[in-house]
C-alpha cells in the first residue's frame, strides 16, 4: 500500500499554528502554548495517534463543555507521600503537569510518592509525564484509564468495557542516552492509530479489531462503522472494539488500569459517561532503593539487551524509548509529516477562528 499524502510542516510553524487555535477556542495564552507544545510532541515522537490530529477533538470538547480551558486540579487529600488529586475536567496539558509536579516534589523529599488523578481531561501522550518525571531523576509507573472511552473488549469478549488504558514506565537517562520510556496503550491500538488508519494513514495490523460476531478485523469501520472521505469518526457510530493486546495477559494488565488508576483514586472504571482519564502515579527516587549507580548499572544492561544477535530481516535490537527519540531529532530538524487530511483540517479549524495559515 502507498504511503499517505502527507505535507511536512517545520515543527514551530506546527506549534505556533495549534497555539493560535486554542487561543482562539477559549484557553490563556499559557495553557494554548501548553496544548501545542504537547500535541507537537507526540508528533515528534512518531506518535501521530496522539498529536495535532486530536486538534478538532479538542476544540469540539471545548465547545461541549466535555473539557473546560483554564481548570486547575483541587487536592482532596494528601500526606508526604501520596496525593488524591481531581482535574476537574481541565486540560491534560494543564492537569497533567500540575499533577506530575506534585508527585515529584513529594518523591524529592521522601523517597516516593504515589499520585492519584481523578476527572482529568485528555492527557494525551502519558510518555510526556513520565519524561518530566525523568527530567527530575525519577523512576515512574503510570496506569491510566479512560471511563466515556470504552472502547476494548476483554479477552475472550467481543463487548466494549475496557478503554485503550495506557500503561507507562520511565527512567532517567544517562547523560547523551535516550531515556528508557515503556509507554503503550494496553489494546493492540491505541484508538488514535485506528483513527490514523480510518484516514488513511498506516494500515492496521490483522486483528486489532473484533467484530460483535466475534470475527477478527482490521477495518477501522469496525469502530466507527461506515466511513465517507470527510465524514465523522466517532467510535460512538461503530458497534465493533479494539482487542487487547497480548491475549489474557495484555487483557488482564488493561482491566488493573481501570481499578488502579479509576476506581482506587475515586473516579470511574471504562463505561458510558463523560469522558476522562484517570491516572495512579507511582513516583520512586533510585537514590533510595539500594542500587549502588542505577543509572550506570541500568544503562550497561541496555548495552548488554542491545547486544543480542537479532531476528531475521532486523537490523537492531531498540529498547523502549528508542523509536521515539530517534523519530524525534529526525522530525525537530526536518519537520514534522502531517497527514494532507489532517493538515487541511488543521486549516479549516485556524481559518474558521478568523487566523491566516501558513504558506
Ligand atoms: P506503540 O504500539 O507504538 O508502542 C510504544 C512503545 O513500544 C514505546 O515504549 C516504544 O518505545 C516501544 N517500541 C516501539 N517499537 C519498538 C521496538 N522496535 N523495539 C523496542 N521497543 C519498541 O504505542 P501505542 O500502544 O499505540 O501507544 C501510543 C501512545 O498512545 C502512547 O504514548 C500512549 O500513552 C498513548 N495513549 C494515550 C491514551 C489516553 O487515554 N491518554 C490512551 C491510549 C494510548
Given at each position: 500500500m502507498a504511503d499517505p499524502p502527507t505535507h511536512t510542516v517545520p515543527a514551530d510553524t506546527l506549534r505556533y499554528l495549534v497555539a493560535a487555535i486554542f487561543r482562539k477556542a477559549g484557553c490563556d495564552a499559557d495553557e494554548a502554548e501548553r496544548i501545542a507544545v504537547n500535541l507537537v510532541s507526540a508528533n515528534l515522537t512518531g506518535h501521530d495517534s496522539h498529536g495535532v490530529i486530536r486538534v478538532s477533538r479538542y476544540v469540539e470538547d471545548i465547545r461541549t463543555g466535555k473539557t473546560v480551558p483554564g481548570q486547575s486540579l483541587t487536592v482532596v487529600a494528601e500526606s508526604p507521600i501520596h496525593a488524591v488529586l481531581d482535574g476537574?475536567?481541565?486540560f491534560g496539558q494543564t492537569i497533567g503537569p500540575q499533577a506530575v509536579d506534585m508527585g515529584i516534589a513529594k518523591a524529592r523529599a521522601a523517597g516516593l510518592a504515589v499520585v492519584t488523578l481523578r476527572r482529568s481531561g485528555h492527557l494525551g501522550r502519558i510518555g510526556a509525564w513520565a519524561e518530566r518525571a525523568a527530567d527530575a531523576g525519577l523512576v515512574s509507573i503510570h496506569f491510566v484509564n479512560a471511563p466515556g472511552a470504552q472502547t476494548v473488549a476483554p479477552f475472550?469478549?467481543?463487548?466494549?468495557?475496557?478503554?485503550t488504558n495506557p500503561f507507562c514506565v520511565g527512567v532517567p537517562p544517562m547523560a547523551g542516552r535516550p531515556m528508557l520510556l515503556l509507554d503503550?496503550?494496553?489494546?493492540?491500538?491505541?484508538?488514535g492509530k485506528v483513527l490514523v488508519a480510518a484516514n488513511g494513514g498506516k494500515p492496521l495490523p490483522a486483528g486489532a479489531l473484533i467484530t460483535t460476531d466475534g470475527k477478527l478485523s482490521s477495518d477501522p469501520a469496525t469502530l466507527y462503522g461506515p466511513l465517507t472521505p470527510n465524514g465523522p469518526r466517532s467510535?460512538?457510530?461503530?458497534?465493533g472494539a479494539i482487542r487487547a493486546f497480548g491475549e489474557h495477559k495484555g487483557s488482564g494488565l488493561c482491566f488493573m488500569c481501570d481499578i488502579?488508576?479509576?476506581?482506587?483514586?475515586?473516579g470511574a472504571p471504562s463505561g458510558p459517561g463523560r469522558f476522562s482519564n484517570g491516572m495512579l502515579s507511582i513516583y520512586l527516587?533510585?537514590?533510595?532503593?539500594?542500587?549502588?549507580d542505577f543509572v550506570r548499572q541500568t544503562m550497561d544492561y541496555v548495552d548488554y539487551v542491545k547486544s543480542s544477535p537479532t531476528a531475521e530481516g532486523v537490523e537492531e535490537v531498540l529498547v523502549p524509548g528508542e523509536p521515539e527519540a530517534r523519530n524525534g531529532a529526525i522530525r525537530e530538524a526536518e519537520g514534522v509529516p502531517v497527514h494532507l487530511d489532517v493538515w487541511v483540517d488543521l486549516c479549516r479549524i485556524a481559518t474558521g477562528f478568523g487566523l491566516a495559515t501558513p504558506a
Open positions: 476537574n475536567h481541565g475472550g469478549g467481543t463487548g466494549r468495557r475496557l478503554s503503550m496503550a494496553t489494546s493492540v491500538v491505541a484508538e467510535y460512538l457510530n461503530g458497534t488502579l488508576g479509576g476506581i482506587l483514586g475515586g527516587d533510585p537514590k533510595h532503593f539500594g542500587a549502588q
